[in-house]
């Protein structure tokens, strides 16, 4: 049955191929460099922590994922996921069982390599979180300095009245690129929070999708600092297909240098999902004059007993802010760091796993030194 | 030597004068009143002395504890003791009060080559200074002056100036919009650090302050120049026949 679903999806890229910038949802972001790059194919290895009570983490392959695997993910519409589908080695199966609650987070780290000559690797995850669990997963990309693309997956099924937390911190090379889709499909009464924490790579694109069922809770939290040449592009789409769904979106974006970045929000709110409550905001920082950022809000709603809500703004750091910090004392560089670290202070906030927290700081941290050296 | 020595100072704002030759000095342990009407040049002459970059600075020069000032970083000047209470003091999200406190009080502390205060008396200092201001402790932990009211904005640029313990404070129009409350406390707070080692100038459009902060001197500004000095009884003679009679009368 999944050789069947692979050779779908090796057959569905063929006929799809690379997105180009003609399409709508590659507007602003060229995958050219991708597709023009001879990759050979290698497995970035996925590292977890060891089972515990409650929980499995174990080899899709040697797992019972029939019934989930490419199931939620899009491999007939969107290209990278038919490539993901099509090519995968192996990947990591996560299965929390009914009413269990897991206190520690489970870590996943992904890490990417080249030496020399281009590599591509498609890691693929799959989370099943039953009705009543609680969880908070970890997923860790990072490699060297080399040309890889690391494509991964990750089907996330969050069953009734569960509470996930999922935790993206992506610190590719820079040189990589990263094409990335976290598929989320929650049940009655679900609690779900991502967060995608973006710092690495050349050429970085992040899908996030979500399904809502009754009663769901989603917020979906994002932070990108891009700097030098980077490119980061993220598009979400949450789908309240059923009634009384609530959905919270913050994604703030810092951009410094010759950066750009895209932020692409979609809502849909499907005709008998009245009661949906849903808030999108995408805040971007810009602190360079020849940095770009894309930000679209789509909302299509066919509901009428709604509130939905967006917004998006686009500004610099306050002059007025920097000198009052520097009138008590505060050094230029230092006032700087401090309002931009403050700006990103409520997605950080929100980062309940405290290394994570930890880490996250010193990633800010040291690239706003690095970019003031330049 | 004065602490403050300012002579002959022009200062344009895009490029249209607005200080045109303003002679003042101020000794440690005085306070000067600065009057004046709306447009004098008042709250100009605050922000060139704490170093904003809005305003050019064409002629005269600015010494400070035999310094030149003007030659300083708004961030040094402050680090070597002087403290301007701003007008509208600025609204900065997501930086607490507390750890804002402690940035400017350790900045000025490695520049006298002292080591951070430790928490424990970091925090005893400044529970004794929001007393002084009848500030609640809850707004330490709220981000500077984010959603503050007018009257806490301004208490807090006091209890700022009173934990930095300055040597030179400027306050520019810190009495606008207090309501008599609030003004006290805000004066109260001010006397509190009178000393015979601190130097302040209280820019003010109205007199009423004056009755709490009472001034060695005071200086009517008109025009961008200082047009008539004298004692505290000045501002009350100010007070009885008004900014034009004294301007015209010039």
């Given amino acids: 049955m999944i050789e069947q679903i692979r050779e779908e999806a090796r057959r569905r890229f063929a006929e799809l191929g690379y997105p180009t910038t003609h399409d709508e949802e590659w507007r602003f972001t060229s995958v050219a460099p991708i597709a023009r790059t001879e990759f050979s194919p290698t497995a970035a290895p996925l590292s977890a922590q060891p089972v515990r009570a409650g929980f499995t983490i174990a080899k899709l392959s040697q797992s019972p994922v029939e019934p989930y695997l490419a199931r939620y993910a899009n491999f007939r519409d969107n290209a990278f996921v038919a490539l993901n589908t099509a090519n995968f080695e192996d990947g990591l199966f996560i299965h929390i069982a009914k009413g269990v609650i897991v206190e520690e987070p489970i870590e996943i780290t992904i890490e990417s390599r080249a030496n020399g000559h281009p590599t591509v690797s498609h890691p693929r995850i799959l989370i099943v979180a039953e009705a009543g669990s609680q969880a908070t997963i970890?997923?860790?990309?990072?490699?060297?300095?080399?040309?890889?693309?690391?494509?991964?997956?990750?089907?996330?099924?969050?069953?009734?009245?569960?509470?996930?937390?999922?935790?993206?911190?992506?610190?590719?090379?820079?040189?990589?690129?990263?094409?990335?889709?976290?598929?989320?499909?929650?049940?009655?009464?679900?609690?779900?929070?991502?967060?995608?924490?973006?710092?690495?790579?050349?050429?970085?694109?992040?899908?996030?999708?979500?399904?809502?069922?009754?009663?769901?809770?989603?917020?979906?939290?994002?932070?990108?600092?891009?700097?030098?040449?980077?490119?980061?592009?993220?598009?979400?789409?949450?789908?309240?297909?059923?009634?009384?769904?609530?959905?919270?979106?913050?994604?703030?974006?810092?951009?410094?240098?010759?950066?750009?970045?895209?932020?692409?929000?979609?809502?849909?709110?499907?005709?008998?999902?009245?009661?949906?409550?849903?808030?999108?905001?995408?805040?971007?920082?810009?602190?360079?004059?020849?940095?770009?950022?894309?930000?679209?809000?789509?909302?299509?709603?066919?509901?009428?007993?709604?509130?939905c809500t967006h917004g998006a703004t686009i500004g610099q750091l306050d002059p007025e802010g920097i000198f009052y910090l520097q009138s008590r004392g505060i050094g230029l560089a230092d006032a700087r760091n401090l309002l931009v670290y403050a700006f990103a202070r409520d997605i950080i906030d929100r980062v309940k796993v405290p290394s994570l927290r930890d880490q996250l700081e010193k990633l800010l941290l040291e690239k706003l030194h690095a970019a003031h050296r330049n | 030597m004065s602490l403050l020595e300012i002579k002959n100072l022009h200062a344009n704002v895009a490029g249209r004068e607005i200080l045109k030759g303003i002679n003042l000095s101020v000794d440690a342990g005085e306070v000067h009143a600065i009057m004046g009407p709306n447009g004098s040049?008042?709250?100009?002459?605050?922000?060139?002395?704490?170093?904003?970059?809005?305003?050019?600075?064409?002629?005269?020069?600015?010494?400070?504890?035999?310094?030149?000032?003007?030659?300083?970083?708004?961030?040094?000047?402050?680090?070597?003791?002087?403290?301007?209470?701003?007008?509208?003091?600025?609204?900065?999200?997501?930086?607490?009060?507390?750890?804002?406190?402690?940035?400017?009080?350790?900045?000025?502390?490695?520049?006298?080559?002292?080591?951070?205060?430790?928490?424990?008396?970091?925090?005893?200092?400044?529970?004794?200074?929001?007393?002084?201001?009848?500030?609640?402790?809850?707004?330490?932990?709220?981000?500077?002056?984010?959603?503050?009211?007018?009257?806490?904005?301004?208490?807090?640029?006091?209890?700022?100036?009173?934990?930095?313990?300055?040597?030179?404070?400027?306050?520019?129009?810190?009495?606008?919009?207090?309501?008599?409350?609030?003004?006290?406390?805000?004066?109260?707070?001010?006397?509190?650090?009178?000393?015979?080692?601190?130097?302040?100038?209280?820019?003010?459009?109205?007199?009423?302050l004056l009755n709490y902060i009472v001034p060695d001197y005071v200086h009517v500004l008109a025009e961008g120049r200082i047009v008539k000095s004298g004692g505290k009884e000045l501002a009350l003679e100010l007070e009885e026949s008004g900014y034009a009679e004294m301007v015209e009368a010039v």
């Fill in chain 1, 138 to 307: 970890v997923e860790r990309y990072r490699g060297n300095a080399g040309a890889y693309f690391t494509n991964p997956v990750t089907e996330l099924i969050a069953g009734d009245n569960a509470v996930v937390d999922h935790y993206k911190l992506q610190t590719d090379g820079a040189n990589a690129f990263h094409v990335s889709t976290l598929q989320v499909q929650l049940g009655r009464d679900t609690n779900f929070r991502s967060h995608a924490l973006c710092f690495g790579g050349a050429l970085v694109r992040n899908d996030v999708n979500a399904v809502l069922s009754e009663g769901s809770e989603c917020t979906l939290n994002g932070l990108y600092l891009v700097g030098g040449t980077q490119h980061i592009d993220n598009h979400t789409a949450i789908d309240h297909a059923k009634p009384h769904a609530a959905s919270h979106e913050l994604y703030k974006g810092i951009l410094e240098d010759h950066s750009s970045a895209v932020f692409n929000g979609k809502i849909f709110v499907r005709k008998d999902a009245q009661k949906t409550d849903a808030k999108q905001t995408n805040k971007n920082l810009v602190l360079s004059e020849d940095a770009v950022i894309n930000t679209k809000p789509e909302l299509q709603i066919l509901a009428d007993d709604v509130r």
């Fill in chain 2, 41 to 208: 040049g008042k709250s100009t002459l605050a922000q060139v002395l704490s170093g904003r970059d809005l305003y050019q600075v064409t002629a005269g020069e600015v010494l400070y504890d035999g310094k030149i000032l003007l030659d300083m970083a708004p961030e040094d000047r402050a680090r070597d003791g002087i403290f301007m209470a701003f007008q509208y003091p600025v609204e900065i999200p997501g930086v607490s009060n507390l750890y804002f406190l402690k940035a400017a009080l350790n900045a000025a502390r490695k520049h006298r080559g002292e080591p951070d205060l430790d928490a424990m008396d970091f925090f005893a200092l400044v529970r004794e200074k929001m007393a002084l201001m009848e500030m609640d402790e809850s707004l330490l932990n709220r981000a500077v002056n984010t959603g503050f009211s007018g009257g806490e904005k301004k208490r807090n640029e006091i209890f700022q100036m009173a934990v930095l313990e300055p040597r030179l404070a400027i306050l520019d129009e810190t009495d606008s919009g207090l309501d008599i409350d609030a003004l006290k406390v805000v004066a109260n707070g001010v006397n509190a650090l009178r000393s015979p080692e601190r130097a302040m100038i209280v820019v003010t459009h109205y007199q009423r």
